[in-house]
T-cell receptor, first 110, second 116 residues
Framework: EDQVTQSPEALRLQEGESSSLNCSYT??????LFWYRQDPGKGPEFLFT???AGEEKEKERLKATLTKKESFLHITAPKPEDSATYLC???????????FGKGTHLIIQP | NAGVMQNPRHLVRRRGQEARLRCSPM?????VYWYRQLPEEGLKFMVY????????ESGMPKERFSAEFPKEGPSILRIQQVVRGDSAAYFC??????????????FGEGSWLTVV
């Protein structure tokens, strides 16, 4: 059974304090790894898709990387508006649906 | 450029009533997915549909839940005889036509069901 584990569960940073969120996965035949951002009361907002180990993608203060066992979401010099829950999900193993982790709740304090 | 549209956004039902949640996919998308998010839990896949076809319903509870995506109109997730444990956020997502595995899927804003 596919598994996605995110750590830490919650993270509180000062504005400008860079850090990384981890997503460890076990899936047979990974077809894609996805990062989403979710604000309270809203739906997940797409950030990145990664397909193969070594791949990296960037968007503003966020950079996502992928290895054969885990993905990192690096956040550089975060701002309060980056506060959200960040979700990691995988596609693969012959399943039609994505397998989601429980998310990392990120708080950026001014 | 409308995204995935869900309604109602919030729905309150008494135990034993029926809940109907509607979803219109993004323009040009032909794959529709429903996910459920229970409090303090991650998103869980429920069902994957294409027009007039249920492709994968492996995540759907065996009883009381059904989904459809008719030739015309939105996709519908129907929950009969709701119980308190059905209270959750239900998210619809869609992806473009063609091979879907590995495709990015885009989510709607969700429908929050409260059963009282």
């Amino acid at each position: 059974e596919d598994q996605v584990t995110q750590s830490p569960e919650a993270l509180r940073l000062q504005e400008g304090e860079s850090s990384s969120l981890n997503c460890s996965y076990t899936v047979s035949g990974l077809r894609g790894l996805f990062w989403y951002r979710q604000d309270p009361g809203k739906g997940p907002e797409f950030l990145f898709t990664l397909y193969s180990a070594g791949e990296e993608k960037e968007k503003e203060r966020l950079k996502a990387t992928l290895t054969k066992k885990e993905s990192f979401l690096h956040i550089t010099a975060p701002k309060p508006e980056d506060s959200a829950t960040y979700l990691c999900a995988t596609s693969g193993g012959g399943a039609d649906g994505l397998t989601f982790g429980k998310g990392t709740h990120l708080i950026i304090q001014p | 450029n409308a995204g995935v549209m869900q309604n109602p956004r919030h729905l309150v039902r008494r135990r034993g009533q029926e809940a109907r949640l509607r979803c219109s996919p993004m323009k040009g998308h032909s794959h529709v997915y429903w996910y459920r998010q229970l409090p303090e839990e991650g998103l869980k896949f429920m069902v994957y549909l294409q027009k007039e076809n249920i492709i994968d319903e492996s995540g759907m509870p065996k009883e009381r839940f059904s989904a459809e995506f008719p030739k015309e109109g939105p996709s519908i997730l129907r929950i009969q005889q709701v119980v308190r444990g059905d209270s959750a956020a239900y998210f619809c997502a869609s992806s473009p036509p063609g091979k879907h595995s590995g495709n990015t899927i885009y989510f709607g804003e969700g429908s929050w069901l409260t059963v009282v």
